[in-house]
């Protein structure tokens, strides 16, 4: 079985100030590993993904995110957020069949 | 390319009413999803189909909710009768294959049962 933990509902940040926004799965199998972001009023899209080879991935945007497989994490990192960065952020785990979302991220930009 | 259409966006019932939501994929994709996300949590997996053939539905509420996927295309979930635990916005999302390809989403409805 897997499971997704995002374990911060809410984050507030002072813009360009940098952000962590923290996930751990569990699974018995290998796993894919994806940030999805949801924009206000908007539906979700993905933001990066981990499939295989380096650890580190970089959305366009100048997220990262960094697969620690001995800690189980996949948390996704900003060194300086923008207003626009204002969103919904779901971490969610891949196995051969199925995706699993966490219970969401959601990041508050403060001027 | 075309992103994934759902219809309608927003829908108001009684409890104890029928709804159908209709969801056509991105051309090409064999994986199609349902999922539910109520107001706070994250999208919850109702069904998966990989073709016109059911993955996953182990999260579906049998009792209420159907859904089919005819000819490996379009799909359409129903719930009757609505309870109001099933106030939520309903997402569709189709991929190329399952597991490892990236989800693409529809804009979801919104249903709401008073």
Redesign the interface.
Known sequence: AQSVTQLDSQVPVFEEAPVELRCNYSSSVSVYLFWYVQYPNQGLQLLLKYLSGSTLVESINGFEAEFNKSQTSFHLRKPSVHISDTAEYFCAVGSASKIIFGSGTRLSIRP | EAGVAQSPRYKIIEKRQSVAFWCNPISGHATL?W?QQIL??????LI?FQNNGV??DSQLPKDRFSAERLKGVDSTLKIQPAKLEDSAVY?C?SSLD???A???????TRLTVT
């Open positions: 999803y999922y706070g949590q994250g999208p919850k997996l998966q993955v996953d997402l999302a399952m597991g490892f990236p989800l693409h989403f529809g804009n979801g």
